[in-house]
């Protein structure tokens, strides 16, 4: 017999977790504020509570999976979580996931990361961050696999949201480039499809494997630079400004990375290589 488990939440994620449980031979409870949504649970075995206390009442392991932080405590205000493990994979900050965890009063407490968007869930490339409760990650390990990759990062709950967000800043970052490329490539109407496939993705995916060589040279003494030292770099970099207000695109999104060019530069750092700059965000932030 394997854990019965609730599910709060039937939002594209919630929906996707749900069925990953069903598809895994979880008896599955779900509530959902608006009544009725993703009625192809139903017809996979799942059943229905009338509200989130009802749901909660009905398994001993508890998955969150709604909107905001603010949806959760609101919607488990008053809920009788005694000696039950409630797993919150709703996205948050590192500290309201530890005031979460301490206002709930279940009986253990595990918050998530997700990183997968809900077709992924179930499948090999989806994992989730865990952290919080150890005994109740051992406890439902299994019933966790049947989502993604579990990855276990701590007893402080807060861990898993700032693994979480660390991840989603590399991705916005990245998609904040190649949104720009885009419209540079637009500019002159170049089609994005050809231009995407034949040389904005395969360029993205050789410079981002020099990411290991930054993060070495963070966790260790610097090495030589590679060949394109940050002074290059920062009077270079005018020229994508220059080039985007040209072509009439704003420049809003590349500006910030110039700045921290600069930073670096007048710092001291024009000899060294990209790992530099992360040193720079620190200093800037304290
Ligand atoms: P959706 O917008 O599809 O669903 C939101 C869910 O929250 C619905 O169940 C909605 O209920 C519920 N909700 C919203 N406001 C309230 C409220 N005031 N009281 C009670 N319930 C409420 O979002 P997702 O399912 O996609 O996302 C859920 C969580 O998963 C988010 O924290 C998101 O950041 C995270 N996540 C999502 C990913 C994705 O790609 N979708 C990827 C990784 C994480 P109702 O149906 O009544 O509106």
């Known amino acids: 017999m394997k854990t019965p488990v609730t599910v709060l939440g039937l939002g594209a994620m919630g929906t996707a977790l749900a069925r990953a449980f069903l598809s895994a031979g979880h008896p599955v409870t779900v509530w959902n504020r608006t009544p009725g949504r993703s009625p192809e649970l139903d017809a996979l075995g799942a059943g229905r509570a009338a509200s989130a206390a009802a749901a909660v009442a009905a398994s001993p392991l508890v998955v969150v999976c709604l909107l905001v932080d603010a949806t959760v405590r609101s919607t488990l205000d008053g809920v009788d979580l005694g000696g039950k ?5 709703t996205n948050s900050t590192p500290e309201q996931a530890r005031e979460t965890a301490a206002l709930l009063g279940a009986a253990e407490y595990l918050d998530g990361g997700i990183m997968a968007v809900p077709a992924m869930i179930g499948g090999p490339a989806a ?8 005994a109740a990650f ?19 709950p807060g861990l898993a949201a ?3 967000i660390a991840l ?10 190649a949104t720009h490329a885009l419209a540079l490539a637009g500019s002159e109407q170049l089609a994005a499809g050809p231009f995407t496939e034949r040389f904005l993705l395969p360029w993205l995916t050789a410079m981002l494997t020099s990411l290991p060589r930054i993060a070495k040279d963070l966790d260790g003494p610097r090495s030589e630079t590679a060949g394109s030292n940050l002074a290059m770099q920062s009077a270079a970099y005018d020229n ?4 985007s207000v040209a072509q009439g695109i704003d420049p809003s999104l590349m500006e910030p990375m110039g700045e921290l060019l600069r930073k670096a530069v007048a ?4 000899d060294a290589d990209l790992a530099a700059l992360v040193g720079v965000l620190r200093t800037a932030a304290g």
């Open 168 to 177: 989603l800043t590399g991705m916005y970052g990245v998609f904040a480039g």
């Open 127 to 134: 994992f989730i961050f865990y952290s919080g409760s150890a």
């Open 138 to 156: 051992e406890q439902h390990r299994d019933a966790l696999e049947a989502l993604a990759r579990p990855e276990y990062v701590g007893a402080d």
């Open 267 to 270: 710092a001291g750092y024009g």
């Open 240 to 243: 994508l400004i220059d080039t």
């Open 162 to 164: 700032l693994y979480d």
């Open 85 to 89: 493990t409630v797993v919150n994979l």
